[in-house]
Antibody
Framework: EVQLVQSGAEVKKPGESLKISCKGS????????IGWVRQMPGKGLEWMGI????????RYSPSFQGQVTISADKSISTAYLQWSSLKASDTAMYYC?????????????WGQGTLVTVSS | DIQMTQSPSTLSASVGDRVTITCRAS??????LAWYQQKPGKAPKLLIY???SLESGVPSRFSGSGSGTEFTLTISSLQPDDFATYYC???????FGQGTKVEIK
């Protein structure tokens, strides 16, 4: 069974750094892309970027390029989303998700979400 | 950037109703269109991909149609479990629509 299990909720202050994780299991982690999707409180879904753990090829939405870093450690089947300096506007639920086959394919498996709260 | 616009934003319907949600792209996206269902506090669930292909395990009351710039998601007979928010996504660039909330009338 394919599973994506994300790290737990985080509460941070503005300016702090953060790295959240998404561990894949039940499939060949290096053979599928993993993407990240943001959902701000009460708002819609936003595609942030995607990584291919097999070779670390990474693509970002222009809206998120330079704002976050996506990475993966294939030795432990885990993808990451990180911020170097959080802002209050980063408060959101973040989902990892696996597309069907190629990088730009619909997401058929999703993690449970990680809630990030940034507040002074 | 390709913009995706859903209508309506909110839809009030009753169990058994036929429901249609529209998604328009600002330029042609061929059939690179997916539909998701999201319930409060849960991750989205893929319903339809390639505009009209039903994802495995999704009830056949859900159907999708369209190509180019105009797409529809139809629920043939609304069930209690279907009250949720629905999103379209043009997955060639990743962009999601703003969502349509289906409420109980």
């Amino acid at each position: 069974e394919v599973q994506l299990v994300q790290s737990g909720a985080e509460v941070k202050k503005p300016g702090e750094s953060l790295k959240i994780s998404c561990k894949g299991s039940g499939y060949s982690f290096t053979s599928y892309w993993i993407g990240w999707v943001r959902q701000m409180p009460g708002k819609g879904l936003e595609w942030m970027g995607i990584i291919y753990p097999g070779d670390s090829d990474t693509r970002y939405s222009p809206s998120f390029q330079g704002q976050v870093t996506i990475s993966a450690d294939k030795s432990i089947s885990t993808a990451y989303l990180q911020w170097s300096s959080l802002k209050a506007s980063d408060t959101a639920m973040y989902y990892c998700a696996r597309p069907k086959d190629t990088a730009m394919a619909p997401f058929d498996y999703w993690g449970q979400g990680t809630l990030v709260t940034v507040s002074s | 950037d390709i913009q995706m616009t859903q209508s309506p934003s909110t839809l009030s319907a009753s169990v058994g109703d036929r429901v249609t949600i529209t998604c328009r792209a600002s330029q042609s996206i061929s059939s690179w269109l997916a539909w998701y269902q999201q319930k409060p506090g849960k991750a989205p669930k893929l319903l339809i991909y390639k505009a009209s292909s039903l994802e495995s395990g999704v009830p056949s009351r859900f159907s999708g149609s369209g190509s180019g710039t105009e797409f529809t998601l139809t629920i043939s007979s609304l069930q209690p479990d279907d009250f949720a928010t629905y999103y379209c996504q043009q997955y060639n660039r990743g962009t999601f629509g703003q969502g349509t909330k289906v409420e109980i009338k």
